[in-house]
């Protein structure tokens, strides 16, 4: 074999098994969370709250972090929701093509994305203070909205971008106005896309502990008002990981399978729905 | 609509703008360079050196880096130029999967496997004593949790390099991988840069994986079996005691406002590299 060949055969090699590489991580980590967590999930542990304090308490389970969890990726999904779909249908049929403000909104969401979301969570404190909020669920959803919002928008926009131009022009041609071909036309064409966008910008809200850890605090209860603090799970994960106890750390296992079988059935749902709308779209 | 536009294309000032007005009181008392390259941090004494925290950033990001990257790109080579198209429709997905995986598990895991595998293991192996967590636990993890976006990011970019350009290589007899060392990879290299400044801005910002495997002692690592205490880990660690100290809490808005910073700059670069890419592709 020439000199060539084995290098080519070394190089594939080693493609090969880096890719092997970080498909394995992959696996190791789900079996991991699996392995711990799933000894440690029973009825109690998703149907009660932690006794005893969520530190210490030996009994009970994590129902203030998966309520508090869905409350607050919920309550951020939606203010999130209300304002990238004004932004991105904007972009898309009141703008001109070659608008600065839309490129320019375009490029802040890109690099917004990038923005660590400790500093979310910092400038959700800043917010908090500046209204003299204490930590609580409204706080939290504040600073979580605020870290979905690129993501979510961008991803709308990629979508809304497909949609072809003729249809815009059919639309107009009936006499549609610019409003009424943004939600009830080209909204609904785009809706598969608008939800995939919608379901990954909630993974990633109720994934997310660095912006919350300021913001929503933590508890033992469940909220109920927006003005209370807010257990998480990724939080639940995090403190209740730190205790010398074993049965408080059983609850930071059972919380972490939960959030990854939520992120996977997140992940399942958007493909599927992606797979299954696109079919009848206009195209 | 329009307003709301402007206002949402405007968050990363206010933002930036926010922080500023908080981390004020500091900087009226203390000059920029003594809070930057200061090693000594006491918040009681009003001792507000970040040096410490900085260089265990820099050393985290960096060993993860030196992990992630290759990996990536020859996983990103071969996705991109080897790879069967169904092995791809396998693949894509898990690493999407690997995206979305919460940092707490990454921290997590990280303790339960990479932490113990440090400690027992590896460090001995070396002859040095380690309690596991340390620099080189932070980075095997933020290496992982940047593998999806350099990925992603890389196999757009050698996706996007003309097919005929590599045909031309490939019809003067020379093999695949020459193809890729010398016309792929040349064509690609801005984008391959932006690919991994993104992952550079994320793994220097990302912080609840960090704060759970890196160690968090206040001083500069000497080895990557020391632990660090990265700038984002002690953001996050202190929000419970800021209060109670004065300047802590303007102290930590700074670093946020110098972690956002940082990161904004390094994310403002790749998108204008892969802005011009993609231009120049059209």
Redesign the interface.
């Known amino acids: 074999m020439s000199r060539?060949?084995i290098?080519?055969n070394v190089?594939?090699g080693?493609?090969?098994v880096?890719?092997l590489?970080?498909?394995s991580?992959?696996v190791?980590?789900l079996a991991?969370?699996t392995v711990?967590g799933l000894p440690a999930l029973n009825l109690a542990m998703i149907t009660q709250t932690p006794k005893g304090g969520y530190y210490l308490g030996k009994e009970g389970g994590v129902l203030n972090a998966i309520v508090g969890s869905l409350y607050l990726a919920g309550g951020a999904t939606l203010l999130a929701i209300s304002?990238?779909l004004?932004?991105v249908?904007?972009?898309n049929v009141?703008?001109k093509k070659d608008s600065h403000?839309a490129a320019?909104?375009r490029?802040?969401?890109?690099?917004?994305w990038?923005?660590?979301?400790?500093?979310?969570?910092?400038?959700g404190?800043?917010?908090m203070?500046?209204f003299g909020l204490r930590t609580s669920l409204l706080a939290g959803i504040i600073a979580v909205s605020?870290l979905i919002?690129p993501i979510m928008?961008r991803a709308m926009d990629e979508v809304i971008r497909m949609v072809p131009e003729e249809l815009f022009d059919a639309s107009y041609a009936l006499g549609a106005t610019r409003l009424e071909t943004a939600f009830k036309v080209i909204a609904r064409q785009a809706l598969p896309g608008i939800l995939t966008a919608v379901l990954v910008a909630f993974?990633?809200g109720?994934?997310?502990?660095?912006s919350v850890?300021?913001t929503a605090g933590f508890t033992d209860s469940i909220p109920y008002s927006l003005f209370r603090p807010a257990a998480t799970l990724?939080?639940a994960?995090?403190f209740q990981?730190g205790t010398p106890i074993p049965e408080v750390q059983d609850r930071?296992?059972a919380s972490?399978l939960i959030?990854?079988v939520i992120?996977?059935i997140?992940?399942v749902v958007s493909?599927i729905l992606t797979k299954k709308f696109t079919k009848h779209i206009v195209k | 609509m329009m307003l709301l536009t402007i206002f949402s294309g405007l968050i990363v000032f206010l933002m930036a703008f926010g922080l500023y007005q908080r981390s004020r009181p500091i900087l009226a008392i203390k000059p920029l360079t003594e809070l930057l390259f200061s090693t000594s941090w006491h918040p009681l004494r009003g001792e507000f050196g970040f040096f410490p925290f900085i260089m265990g950033t820099l050393w985290v990001t960096g060993v993860a880096l030196a992990i992630a990257v290759p990996l990536c790109l020859l996983t990103a080579i071969y996705l991109s130029q080897y790879a069967h198209r169904r092995v791809r429709e396998w693949t894509n997905p898990l690493i999407d999967l690997l995206a979305g995986i919460p940092s707490v598990v990454y921290g997590m895991w990280g303790i339960l496997i990479i932490v113990p595998l440090i400690k027992n293991h590896i460090a001995p192996f070396f002859g040095i004593f380690s309690t596991g967590y340390s620099v080189i636990a932070g980075s095997i993890v933020l290496a992982i949790m940047i593998f999806p976006i350099i990925i992603h990011v890389a196999v757009e970019v050698f996706r996007s390099v003309p097919y005929e350009v590599s045909e031309a290589s490939l019809a003067l007899g020379a093999t695949k991988w020459q193809t890729v060392k010398h016309v792929v990879i040349r064509k690609a290299m801005p984008g391959v840069i932006a690919a991994i400044v993104l992952g550079l801005s994320r793994a220097f910002g990302e912080t609840m994986a960090v704060l759970m495997v890196a160690g968090n002692v206040a001083k500069v690592p000497s080895s990557v079996f020391d632990p660090a205490y990265p700038l984002p880990a002690l953001i996050a660690n202190n929000y419970g005691e800021m209060l109670s100290v004065p300047l802590y809490d303007s102290a930590l808005l700074l670093a946020s406002l110098v972690l956002l910073l940082v990161v904004l700059f390094f994310n403002i670069i790749s998108r204008v590299i892969l802005i011009r890419v993609e231009r120049s592709i059209q």
């Open positions: 060539r060949n290098e080519e190089f594939k080693l493609m090969v880096s890719t590489i970080i498909l991580t992959l190791l980590i991991t969370v711990k304002i990238s004004v932004v249908l904007y972009l009141y703008a403000l320019f909104t490029f802040s969401f890109d690099v917004l990038g923005i660590p979301s400790i500093v979310y969570g910092a400038f404190f800043t917010i203070i500046f605020l919002l928008s993974g990633r109720i994934g997310d502990a660095a850890i300021f990724p939080l994960i995090f990981l930071a296992y972490a959030l990854t992120i996977l997140i992940s493909r």
